[in-house]
């Protein structure tokens, strides 16, 4: 199923979070995309209406497994796009803004072939 780009952008970020600090909160949310908090609830609301995560008695964020799904895809894409973009010379900030634009549109199979050149030229290691 296709959700919009800033639900992407939300889920990745609660992924990223949860990677780092073990929890998450909305307000953790909040700071790190730099959107207000009442948006933040918001789409936090809509991602729970939606399946894409689970709000806890405490007030602490969960990834449902639909929600791991796009955010994991989505995390992919970020990081190998970037990582090929800083390979091309891009700088590491410019390559981390342009693929976070990138990972949206691209198709799962131009994404495909990017992710197998990169391999194949030891831009990214293997899985």
């Known amino acids: 199923m ?3 780009e800033s639900a992407e952008n939300y889920l990745e970020a609660i992924l990223m979070l949860h990677k780092k600090n ?15 908090k009442p948006s933040i609830s918001r789409a936090v609301g809509l991602l729970r209406d939606n399946g894409y995560v689970a709000i806890d008695q405490n007030g602490l964020l969960c990834l449902t497994e ?3 799904a796009i955010a ?3 995390y992919e894409r970020h990081t ?4 090929l973009l800083t390979a091309l010379g891009v700088s590491p900030e410019t390559a981390a803004e342009d693929a976070c634009r990138i990972e949206h549109v691209i ?10 050149h990169a391999r ?3 831009t990214l290691c293997a899985d």
Do not use: C
């Open 2 to 4: 296709k959700i919009q």
């Open 22 to 36: 073990g929890s998450v909160r909305s307000i953790d949310v909040a700071h790190y995309t730099g959107f207000s």
């Open 66 to 68: 639909a929600g791991l």
């Open 72 to 74: 994991e895809n989505i």
């Open 120 to 122: 194949q030229h030891g």
């Open 80 to 83: 190998v796009l970037t990582a």
């Open 107 to 116: 198709s799962e199979e131009t994404f495909a072939k990017i992710k197998e």
